[in-house]
């Protein structure tokens, strides 16, 4: 008589599937929660707000376009970025 090759299979792929569910609550359920969060922050920014640039450009938001902000580094001095570019929110007015 065969042994039972049903529950063997079984057995051989619970590490596997093990893994999966440790890499799901490990890395992909908390890096989709950190983009909700930056998404959330970047949908809540206005102007005045005290921001960081991925590139560690310090600046104010003085304008908001449908995909980039305009920041004001120093007194004469605009840039535009793209919304994905900020790092973090330094100040709120």
Known sequence: MPPNTGASAIYQ?????????????????PQKEKQ???QNM???LKKNDEVVTNGG???TVVGVK???????????TKL??????I???????
Do not use: C, Q, W
């Open 13 to 29: 792929m619970m590490p596997i599937i093990f893994i999966f569910i440790m890499a799901y609550f490990f890395i992909f359920k």
């Open 36 to 38: 909700k969060e930056h």
């Open 42 to 44: 970047i949908s809540n």
């Open 57 to 59: 450009i310090h600046g």
């Open 66 to 76: 449908d995909k980039t902000f305009i920041l004001r580094a120093d007194e004469n």
């Open 80 to 85: 535009e970025v793209d919304k994905n570019a």
């Open 87 to 93: 790092s973090y929110v330094k100040k709120v007015r």
